[in-house]
């Protein structure tokens, strides 16, 4: 690929990345304004597919400019699992429409709000893979390690709400609706998980004078 075919690539990557955050606005803004949750989850279905879009200029580029099958995949593999959690917020937005939530607990605001902290380190780790030197090393397996902590926090978070749905007097539809948004949650965080591991494999690859995305002066 050359250095023009690169810096498409990371383009759209940071767009999805954006979408991403911009869903977590939404997201955010829905819990703040639940009576508006419909018309919310509508912008964030909006923004998903306007993911979409960028997601398939992304892998037509790609598909067009790198011959080598196994970068190929690798690379879409990276922008894919963005794509992936781009979808799974539209599907925690709908979660919370399809299940008639009306009032919004400290444990779904937190659960959110993490979320919208991972989305916020993803972004950086983006930016790092973008512009990554050897020097710079260090500093770029610290912010994974830092990305991948959030899913350890909120795994430990999401056992004790599951805890208190069960062990506290609850009304059975609320239980219902609850987990099943801690569970969208988590499914989330497993997403982030994989991103996790991509930039681990970036790691792996840059150690043995690999780039995905080099570009051929």
């Not at 399809?98 to 959110?112: D, F, L, M």
């Amino acid at each position: 690929m050359t250095t023009e075919d690169r810096e498409f690539l990371f383009d759209h990557a940071q767009q999805l990345s954006e979408i991403l955050n911009e869903e977590c606005v939404e997201l955010l803004g829905m819990l703040e304004k639940i009576e508006d949750r419909v018309a919310i989850s509508r912008r964030i279905n909006k923004l998903e597919d306007d993911g979409d879009h960028v997601f398939h200029e992304f892998a037509d580029r790609l598909h067009a400019v790198e011959p080598d099958p196994e970068k190929r995949i690798t690379v879409f593999q990276m922008a894919r699992h963005i794509e992936e959690c781009v979808d799974m917020l539209d599907e925690l937005s709908m979660t919370i429409v399809r299940y008639n939530t009306r009032t919004v607990n400290p444990g779904i605001k937190a659960s959110v709000n993490a979320i919208a902290g991972c989305v916020k380190k993803e972004m950086h780790l983006l930016n790092l893979m973008r512009t990554y030197e050897p020097e710079n090393k260090e500093l770029f397996i610290r912010a994974i390690n830092e990305f991948d902590a959030f899913k350890v926090d909120f795994y430990k978070m999401y056992d004790m709400l599951i805890f208190g749905l069960f062990s506290q007097a609850h009304d059975t539809v609320d239980i219902i609706r609850c987990k099943a948004i801690y569970d969208a949650v988590k499914d989330i965080f497993k997403a982030f998980e994989v991103s996790a591991d991509d930039c681990y494999k970036y790691i792996m690859a840059r150690n043995n004078d690999s780039d995905f995305f080099k570009a051929d002066e």
